[in-house]
Every structure is written in structure tokens, then in C-alpha cells.
């Protein structure tokens, strides 16, 4: 591999940019990129990846690509987090949803999980991966973290952040803990506007950078930032962290004394780019310390990123000095985890996906995240001689970071075979409407046991409306939350409610097994569950 001082001025550029394409195969735009501009990364989307074999032969052929145009390997990365948020969803091991894990709490289980996917990952030709996510979810109303948090204990989240990055790394490909400083406790998207933290500094230390701080000691590699703004920290103006010296140099690289990659958010994203573009964008975030910028979309906004760099530098702005200080940081972590050698054949690559010891261990946490909140003994559970109702909602993604899901498994499906008496599921809309409420609850009127599923119910208020109805019947009610539990402070009133936090069909297996009784449900809840206001019929 190429030493920094062999580079041109446009290679150095090039390696501070990792990029995104449409489609399965390479297109002209990636092509111009790593041919003509010598970018040093790609990123992959769920529009990249459809099986594992199309998946691998497409790493092997951008690497090809890149080499041949620069000697430099590539970074490939994408965010395989878990749950809700996996670009890559077929034929190789899946993590459960953060919140999940957090309420597993088994950071040793966690941890051969996590290198077992690592492994997987690297096999198939990815070598970067944008998880654990690390903030810390003590907002409610947050709209893009939300099950991808461990939980909203500051000390959990470390703890099992630092697991998850040790197994990823271990497994031989980077690790990038987000979102630096933290995106935990805001109310707004940064893919629209720039969502800010108005907390002291000393509460920023007790909460927000605790896992931070913690991983850096413990060996964290690459680190990601948010586009997000810190006012203390930045003069009492809300400048996004990803643009901030304070922030990025004097915050992460002083005080917390990170030496690894700094690696941005998408660069794309409405909160860095309004007033001043793209390129304006990533000049700053270079200028305010960070190294790898995602432009993961726009081609016409890569090249505007590759001119703007370039200009920088004509105009004294940017120095090579500060430019070859982050190429040294990439080609350093290049060389300790893209070992070139023997390109593997599909046969082999394919027996190393999904090892029965890792589809175990994640088998294991998935059973142990079932939470049960039982407020009469043992509510929780289904008699298989009384006629039994499921109401289950359709799911989709709830914000911009998610995937459609792709199972079409049901509770119904699997909790059928245990049920001797009446069983009915029915499907209901993700925000049902009046009249397919009085539908549903004429229906439930004829059975005995009734579990209702919910999920994100802060956009969908026809799921509590369907819930708080049923409650005032005369059947057993179970809600079930199928993401944050939050949702189920909704329901004050109910005897017992459960929570499974993703809806994967091996989730689903395990949570029919806690309702019939066959299985403990031993998750504990790692997010507290909010007062409900009836009058106001919201969160307090």
C-alpha cells in the first residue's frame, strides 16, 4: 500500500471521501469517481445489496476498480446496526435491535455476536460497519434513535457499546461508534434541520459523552459524528458538531483524547448543508477535524465536495499539512484491516456465512429481550383453551435511517399451532381510522384473549385509539410494543403488556413462546416508561 508522501494532491483528497452509487453493479458515476477522482471509500445502501453473492461480487469488483486506479484498497462500509437498520438483509447473521440488546443486558453474548457478524461482513467484502450506535435515548420524542439505543442509562449504553465495538473490531473490520457528541436526547431529524442540545456541560459529561469517553479508553477505532448543535460548547451558538473545532479537535481529540478516525455523518444531510452547500460543508468539517466525509447520494454533490477540497487548497484556506494529517489517520487503519492476499471464491466465502455458533448466540439474545411488565401476577400469558384474537399492525419504516421490512412473518403465524381453541389474526392498518376500529372491536367482542401489537404510535394514534377501546371490554387484553416501549405509557390502564422491540420472525418465535408460557420472559425494560397525559393524549 501507498505511503501518504507517494500520494498526488487529488489521491489525498480522494481518500477523505467515501461515496455512494445506485444499483447492484457499479455504475458510471462510481466509476468516474474512483477512476478520475480516487475515492477512498464506498458506502452501501439496501439499494447496493440484494444477496450475498451479488453483494460479495460487488465488493470484489470496486476493489478491483480502486486498486487499479490508485494501489489503495477501498473502505466498504455500510450500517448494519440491527433490528430496523440492516442494508444487508439476507443470508448472513442480523443483530436484534439495540434496544434489544439493552434489555438483554449480556455484554459477553453481545460480544461474539457482534464478532461473529463482524467476521461474516468481512468475508463478504465490507470492512467498515456505522454501529454501535452509542447515544443515549432519554427522550421520548426522539424521531431517529429511538430502538437503535441500547437504552437510556448512560452507563448500560457504555457498556454494551464498548462490547458491541470490541466484537466488531475483533472480527476484523472497523468499528464506528455514533453519533459524537450524542443524538440521544433531541426531537428533530438532522436529515431536515439541525436538531440541538441545550444541556449544560457538566450534564453533557454525566450523560451524553460518558460511552464516548469510555470507548476511547477502550480502544475505539473511528468514531462518527452528529449533526447536531451543542451551544455551550460552541459559543452559545447552535453550530452542528460535525463543523465545530470545539466540538471536533478541542472536545473529541483534546479533552477525550481520541487519535482514531473522525469519521461525518452524510454530508448531505439538511443540517450541515443549509446556506452553504455541500462542498462549503465538507471543507468546514475538515477544517474542524474530522477525516472520512460520507457524500453518500448525490453525484453531482461528490463532485462538488472533490472542487471544493481542491479550491481550499489553491486558496491557502485548507493546508496539505492538515490534509495529509487525516490521509496518515485512513491509510494507517487501511493497512491494519484490509489485508490483501487471495481473493476467496463464492464456495468459500459462502460456508463461512451464518455460523451455527453465531445464529445462536443472537438466537439467545433475541429470547432474552422478551420484557414482560405485569402490573396483576403473571398477566402476561395466553391460556391455549380459550379463543384467541391477535390484532397486529402493518409495519414500516418510522424514520429515514430504516429499511422497509422485508419478513412477512405475523405473530399469528407462529403462535397458531399452540392455540386448541378459536384462533383468528387479523391485520389492521398502521393508523387505523374510526371505522375500522368499530370493526376490529365488534370483532374482538367474540374472544376470550386479545393481543393487540403497537408500534410507533407517536405517528400512528390510531393504534392507541384501537388499544385504549379494547381495554374497556370484557376480554383479556396484551398489548405488545414492537418497538420503543414508551408507546405502552400510553396504556395506564392496562394489566400487563409486553415488549419485543423489533418485529424479526425468530423475535416473534420467542415472544409466542413467553405468551404460552413455555419460555421466561427475562428482558428488563432499558427505558423508563413515561407518565401519560389522557388530557392532552400525549407523552409528559
Known sequence: MKACNELTLKEKIGQLLMVGFEGLTPDANIRDLLHNHF????????????????????????????????????????????GMVVRLRQGIAQLPAAMALGAARDPRLLYEAAKGTAEELRTLGINMNFAPVVDINVNPRNPIIDVRSFGDDAELVAELGIAAMQGFQDGGIVSVIKHFPGHGDTETDSHAELPVLRHSLERLWLVELVPFHKAARAGAE?????????????GGKPVPATLSPEILTGLLREELDFNGLVVTDCMEMDAVTQGIGVGEAVVRAVLAGSDLHLVS???QSQLEAVAALERAVAEGRLTEERIDASVKRILYLKERHIVEGRELSWEEVSRRLQQPQTLRAIERLREMSITAVNREPDYCGLSPEMDTLVLWPQVAAASKSEDEPIYDATLGDILCSFITAKFKERMYGSSPGPDEIEALISEAANYDQIVVGVFHTASNPGQPALVDKLLTGKSKVIPVSLRNPVDLAAFPDAKGFLACYEPHPHTLQALSLVLMGKLKPTGTLPVTIPEYSSKGGSII
Open 297 to 299: 447520494h448525490i453525484y
Open 222 to 234: 473511528a468514531i462518527m459524528t452528529a449533526h447536531v448543535g451543542v451551544p455551550v460548547l460552541t
Open 39 to 82: 475515492a477512498g471509500g464506498v458506502v452501501l445502501f439496501s439499494r447496493n445489496l440484494d444477496t450475498t453473492r451479488q453483494s460479495f461480487a460487488l465488493t470484489q469488483e470496486l476493489q478491483r476498480m480502486a486498486m487499479s486506479s490508485t494501489g489503495i484498497p477501498l473502505w466498504i462500509g455500510t450500517d448494519q446496526e440491527g
